[in-house]
């Protein structure tokens, strides 16, 4: 189950903050504010140009069988002849036995060699077919998820500029991961700085208790998001680096 990261009664302000479900990571966790489009939808274009490939491969197949199967009995028929006249034309009994045998003979092995290869060619068209369906699947997959992070990225930086608030609830998780420490620094985006210092009181009170909280502008911090360091590590939420978690965790989905 997703974990829902909800934020505190820091101000009035209305306050967004969801979670994208990803594998853990140390010290890590995403956390994204602004509404995330489900991405388990497959583009139905290449499901069924997956589907039509693979109706192909199967026809190609039957038909390689097909023509394998007509040809057998073709040289089959063709090796009776052969054997008759070859008997009739000896005038011995022992003669047209043998060649008729032996032309029976040489028919049933060329036609079973000629099956086999039919077979073999089929299976072969068959897992080729399924291969290039996969490929067009995972592609279309990549090709969602890729359109879906760009559309996320934007609405989170419109999100962030229209609304400077939204930072507060991802401060107030982070912190949360660190309260048990006694000296914190919380590093944020200088254009957030002031707004942090007035919820100082707030976040004071998600430690439960009197640490040292300390509040820093930094200017590589990018505005919605925070780095919170402390004595034993550290832990970064800032947006890029969530995206890149999340990113890498869907390169383990699909690869």
Known sequence: MPRIIKSIDISDAPIVCIAVPVPAYEEQEVLLVGPIEPLNEIDPVAVQKAQELLATAQEEAAACLAAATQTAQMQCEEAH?????????????????????EGID??????????QSAIAKAEQILSIAEQQAKDIIVGAERQIIDISMAMVSKILAREVEENPMVVLPI????????????????RIN???YHLLLQARKDLQMVLGREQALQIVADQTIAAGGCIIDTAYGSVDARIDTQFDTLRKALAEIIP
Not at 81 to 101: L, M, P, S, T, V
Not at 172 to 183: F, M, P, S
């Open 81 to 101: 002849k052969q054997g008759h006249a070859q008997g009739y034309e000896e005038g011995q009994r022992e003669g047209y036995e043998n060649g008729y045998k």
């Open 106 to 115: 040489a028919a049933a092995q060329e036609m079973q060699t000629k099956l």
């Open 171 to 186: 401060v107030t998780a982070a912190l949360k991961k660190v309260r048990d420490q006694e000296q914190i620094e919380i």
């Open 190 to 192: 200088p254009e957030e």
